[in-house]
Structure formats: C-alpha cells, structure tokens
C-alpha cells in the first residue's frame, strides 16, 4: 500500500466537516493526524442527532457517517485551550507537527492561542493552514460561514440551478457538498506546502475559502461573465435533449428515470444512436442527411430519441447502451453509486471496522497513488487517544491523571 504521507504529523484543531475533511484525506494518505477537541463537548459535529431530515445517531450505535467521513484515520485527544496548563501540552504537540490546520475564526484563534503568532514562535517551520468561509482578507474575514452559504449560495451554484419561476431555492444535492470538495482541496495545498518546504526550506500559510473553491468549481461562468461584462441569460430548460445537438442533453426512461447523453461530436455519434435505438432508417432521413440539416432539425431528433427511450425503463436501457460507442450515463442514486462497479472496482468503497467491531463502509477519498486504495481505519471516539498521544509526550500516567482531574484534558 501506498502510503505518500507517512512520517507527515498533522495537528487539527477543526470542527464540522470542512477543514476536518482535508485531515482525511491526509490521514487515508499515511499521514498522522491528531485531532485537537473541545475537552467537555468535543468536535461541535458530535452534537449533531438529525441531518437532512434523517436520524445520524441511534442508540447503541457508534458508527455516524457524519463523524466517520471526516475523521476517519485520525486521533483524538480532549484538551481545554486557552489555558496555561494546555497550552503546555498544545506547544509540545506543534513542536512535533509539520502542519497545523484550523477552521476557528480570528478571535477564536486568539483566544484559544493557536493563532499563527502563536503558534510559529513555538515552531517556525510549521506549515499554517487555514479554512474559511470567505477569506483571511476583506470584510469578512470574520465572518463564519458553511458550504450552503459560501460555496453554494454566493457561488452561483444555487443561482443557475434554480429556475426564475420556482418558489424554491434549489439546494445542494447533500450534506457537505461544498465541505468535502473544500477539504480536498485543502490537502492539495498541504501537499503543495510540504513539497516546497523540502525542496527550499521556506515554510507556507496555506488560505482555503468556501467561496474561493465554490468559484473555482463555476468558473467557467465568472470567467464568461466578465469577458461579456454582464450576467449570463439563463439557461434553457428543454428536454429532451439539447437544442441542436440531440446526442447531449438529458432523457427521460419509462419509470420515470433520466439518462443523460454527452457526446459533444454530433456528425461521429449520430449513427450509432441510431444503431444502438434500434432505428437504422433515421440515418437516411432527409431531416438528418447530413450535419447542417441534423443540427438545423436537432428538435426533432431528440423527440424522436424521448419517444423510444419512454418504451422501456431505467433498469432495461442502461445494459443496452453499455455497448454504445459514446459518453452517456445513467443518473444514479446515492445507493446505486455506492453500487457503482466502476467504483468498487477501483478500490473506492473502503472497508471498516466500527469501534464495536462490525464491519462498515465508506466512500474513500478520490486519489490512488499507483492504483493502490489505502486502508483506513475509524473515525476515533471523543478523546479516545488522549493518554497514548500525552504518552508520547513523554507524561507519565500520574501527570495525566493530574491534567484530568484538573479538566484540562479529558
């Protein structure tokens, strides 16, 4: 197994998804990621009984895809920041870290002393990371924010998905959309920083925004905005298909399912899908002799390619266009992805031992390193490290149970 990471040492004191995703994926990558936690309440996330109208906790069980997702890999250790007694063990932890990684906000980070003052006088070559909603400059710096609101909503996201007439918002497809693309974004950077550390000695602050990755991911409609110097028209709602090209643009299945077609080169694509709908004389039709007059009657191409797809049901069609010479998918659920072959062929359902023992499953984190899917382990539990990481530095069981009692580490 590859392991790129190993002997890397990431110190977190992060809570949610968002950056907690970014430790991760460093951890799937080999990396040694000890998670610093509210030593009464632990990570904020852990409170967290419903999402997405669904129950994420039930009783007897210790396997929360919340927590697991972003936290799988890690360590964890209760500490009270803020005080002179934790700041003890915090500074001995950064001596040993490489990187440092914090979602907290300006005051926060000060209060708690983790600032990057703070923390460089106790370790200059410490790479520095942080997440935000909205940036460490400008006048939001301050500001808090979630995926809904910097990377959805203020993206344009939402905007270009949602219809003028609609009478609701159109939301993220799930639960930390924006929050996992985020955190992988921020491993990348990481990666960035520790390469450049080695090969110049300078270490790096690494800034990761909500809003800064929610415009890259739409980028594509800022940058065309800016060349026409206006907003964009709204985008056409047709079905089926697209405009001009019938070989793009989504269909509807019998049962009420969609399959999507996305092959860009119309002249290349349209005689097979006339083979493959079982219409071999729509090639010779006159309103589709060539490319000129198929791009001129696409309309009426793609309402010919909806009336066969309606004959038959999501389940029926997908074996056949298997065989298809061209760029199509079926619009899967979130079981049927989790069921993807493709997927699971590449090794990116992860399997997992849950802290009672049973075996679970989890998506893993999108990058192999020479086709080799790592192998992770839980999510740990609130403070489940806290002696064995103190023991490492170098305390001994009395002066634990000395911080204990004095609640500054749980």
Request: aromatic letters at 8%; glycine letters at 10%.
């Amino acid at each position: 197994m590859t392991r790129p990471m190993e002997g890397i040492r990431i110190l977190e004191v992060a809570q949610f998804t968002y950056v907690p995703s970014s430790g991760a994926v460093l951890a799937d990558w080999g990396a040694d990621v000890i998670k610093i936690e509210h030593a009464e309440h632990g990570d904020a996330q852990r409170g967290l009984i419903r999402v997405l109208g669904l129950d994420v906790a039930g009783e007897g069980v210790n396997f929360f895809p919340i927590m697991e997702g972003p936290n799988r890999g890690k360590r964890s250790i209760g500490l009270t920041l803020g005080s002179p007694e934790a700041a003890e063990v915090l500074h001995e932890l950064v001596r040993r870290a490489d990187v440092f990684v914090t979602n907290f906000l300006p005051e926060a980070r000060r209060n708690a002393g983790i600032d990057i003052d703070d923390i460089r006088a106790v370790n200059p070559d410490i790479i520095y990371v942080r997440g935000s909603g909205f940036g460490a400059k400008g006048p939001e710096q301050d500001a808090g924010g979630y995926d809904m609101t910097g990377f959805w909503s203020r993206s344009g996201s939402a905007a270009a998905l949602t219809a003028a007439e609609s009478e609701r918002l159109i939301g993220m497809p799930t639960g930390a959309f924006g929050d996992n693309i985020g955190g992988m974004t921020i491993a990348g950077g990481i990666a960035a920083a520790l390469l450049k550390r080695e090969r110049t000695g300078e270490t790096s602050v690494v800034d990761v925004s909500l809003l800064s990755v929610g415009a890259w991911a739409t980028q594509y409609g800022s940058n065309l905005a800016m060349v026409l110097g206006c907003e964009l028209p709204p985008a056409p709602q047709t079905v089926p298909g697209a405009p001009r090209n019938p070989t793009t643009g989504s269909y509807r299945t019998k049962d009420g399912r969609w399959i999507v077609f996305n092959m860009l080169q119309l002249g290349k694509y349209w005689p097979e899908v006339c083979r493959v709908l079982e219409h071999p004389e729509w090639v010779s039709d006159p309103r589709f002799a060539d490319h000129e007059q198929l791009f001129q009657n696409g309309a009426a191409a793609a309402d010919l390619i909806q009336e066969v797809l309606l004959t038959k049901t999501y389940a029926e069609w997908t074996p056949i266009f298997a065989n298809m010479d061209g760029q199509w998918a079926g619009v899967q659920t979130f079981w049927e992805l989790s069921q993807d072959e493709s997927l699971r062929a590449n090794g990116l359902v992860a399997q997992v031992v849950d802290a009672d023992g049973h075996p679970r499953e989890l998506i893993q984190s999108p990058v192999l390193f020479d086709q080799d899917p790592p192998t992770i382990t839980r999510a740990p539990q609130f403070a489940e490290h806290t002696d064995e990481i103190l023991g490492e530095l170098g305390l001994s069981d009395e002066q634990i149970l000395e911080l204990k009692i004095q609640g500054i580490v749980t």
